[in-house]
Nanobody, 124 residues
Framework: QVQPVESGGGLVQAGGSLRLSCAAS????????MGWFRQAPGKEREFVAA????????YYADSVKGRFTISRDNAKNTVYLQMNSLKPEDTAVYYC?????????????????WGQGTQVTVSS
C-alpha cells in the first residue's frame, strides 16, 4: 500500500505563488509516476502534471504549462508542484496520486493511490 500525503495549500492573491508537497510512504515500485490532479467545485477532476520517478520526465496540462513546475526529491520520496502566476481559475482541491507502471497517463482512473487533497484558493 502507498499513502500520499499532500501539504502546502492555502489562500493566495492572483499572480502569486504556492508550492505543494506530496510525501509518499509505503511500498515502492520499480517504475511509477506521481501526478497532481485538481477538482474545482462543480467540475470534473482534471490532470495537472506528472513526473516519472526514475527518469524525471515531466508532463503538464496545457492550462498550466509555463506556470507550474513538477519536481521530485528522491531522498525524501517527495514530489513538489511549484505554482506561479496563479489565477482565480486555479482554485481547486489539489490531489497527489501514484501510478505504478512505465506508461505515462493523464487519466485519473489510471492512478491507483490518492492523497486526501489540499485546498488552493486564488483570490482576484
Amino acid at each position: 500500500q502507498v499513502q500520499p500525503v499532500e501539504s502546502g495549500g492555502g489562500l493566495v492573491q492572483a499572480g502569486g505563488s504556492l508550492r505543494l508537497s506530496c510525501a509518499a510512504s509505503g511500498r515502492t515500485f520499480s517504475s511509477y509516476y506521481m501526478g497532481w490532479f485538481r477538482q474545482a467545485p462543480g467540475k470534473e477532476r482534471e490532470f495537472v502534471a506528472a513526473i516519472r520517478w526514475s527518469t524525471g520526465s515531466t508532463y503538464y496540462a496545457d492550462s498550466v504549462k509555463g506556470r507550474f513546475t513538477i519536481s521530485r526529491d528522491n531522498a525524501k520520496n517527495t514530489v513538489y508542484l511549484q505554482m506561479n502566476s496563479l489565477k482565480p481559475e486555479d482554485t481547486a482541491v489539489y490531489y497527489c496520486a501514484v501510478r505504478p507502471g512505465v506508461v505515462p497517463s493523464t487519466g485519473g482512473t489510471e492512478y491507483r493511490y490518492w492523497g486526501q487533497g489540499t485546498q488552493v484558493t486564488v483570490s482576484s
